[in-house]
């Protein structure tokens, strides 16, 4: 089949964004569920990818938010490229990107009870506040700098946390590691500077300020990608080995330079920049390989529809308490066949509830944007 040269949308991004998001929208717990059904063995070992890392370490659980991250950022030289086409100034591209990092914020933050109206402080910080930041400083860096620019940056970022990250907290108890819970300095500005608005009791912030630097580094391995897909003059399967080889390179480099910087989520450490970020290339060069160069489109409409409204799957259990739907329906049949299947069966129909509210949404085209 004749490779096809995408200058529109990309039908895998919005493929592997749906495939990104399912595990957030239920499969994450329907395949916990079905693993407690069969312990053991590799069971438990898929059912430990399901979870975060207790901290050091990686899960499938710990890619998907940068995954993300990533496709946002490759998203990016596509719509550039168009509302320059249509005769955008920079100025007014500039304001669309201010705006949406302002309505991601804002939205994080109705997501941590803003509008509440409740005394005392709210968490300050949110996944949608992290997706908006970086997106937008990526999207900066990317409209002023050329690629070697960039590239420097994205370099110096990840080599100055990295470095930083070895200092140890202040406040932390002495001879300990600057890489533990108590220890690490990222926590501690956190701590310091947003006191009271933390997630994890005060202790630390998986979305902190420190640790958003290298996420703006994810979001920019995504800006690199995009434009090397958009306006390289390789075909498409020569992009997919292109795409396959800095994967396999930055993965490389990433569980080497762990040796000395643990791979750390919450940390965002730079050795967990590089190893997701080659991972979420990898997965892009698959998707983009079956999808727009194979031509394998059908099997991945599920995914579009999930992928197409990704925003909604993060707002919309926090206005309709679908748990509380899928009880009403099938909490009988939940009870009736109990030992470990209730959960099973609990979770096939929340998946399944979500797919039908995202559905009817791409039928009656009603996307959440920003």
Known sequence: MTSLQPKGR??????LRGFDMLFIAGLAYLIRAVCCLF????????????????????????????LFIFIAGVSFPYSYAKQLSVGKTKCQIYLKVFKRAAILVFLGMVCNGLLKLESGPHRFFSVLERIGVAGMLASIVYMNF???????IAALILAVYGAVSFIVAPDAPAGISPHCVEGNIAAYIDRTLFAGRIYKEGVYEPEGLLSTFPAVVTAMFGNFTGEFIRNSKLNGNKKCLYMA?????????GLVWSHWLPLNKKLWSSSFTLVVGGYSVAMLALFYWIIDIKGYQKWAFPLKVIGM????????PKFIDLKYTVNFFFGGLCRIVGDGWD?????????????LILYVMYKKDIFIKV
């Open 245 to 253: 080889g800095a994967a396999a390179i930055m993965v490389v480099a």
């Open 39 to 66: 312990p053991g063995g590799e069971s438990c070992w898929l059912e430990a990818q399901m979870h975060h890392a207790a901290w050091d370490g990686l899960t499938h659980h710990d890619t998907i938010f940068p």
């Open 343 to 355: 959960k099973v069966f609990f979770w096939s129909a929340y998946l399944l509830l979500v797919y």
């Open 146 to 152: 050329k690629p070697c620019g960039r590239i420097i």
């Open 309 to 316: 409204n990704s925003i909604a799957i993060f707002l919309i």
């Open 10 to 15: 990309l039908a895998s991004l919005d493929a």
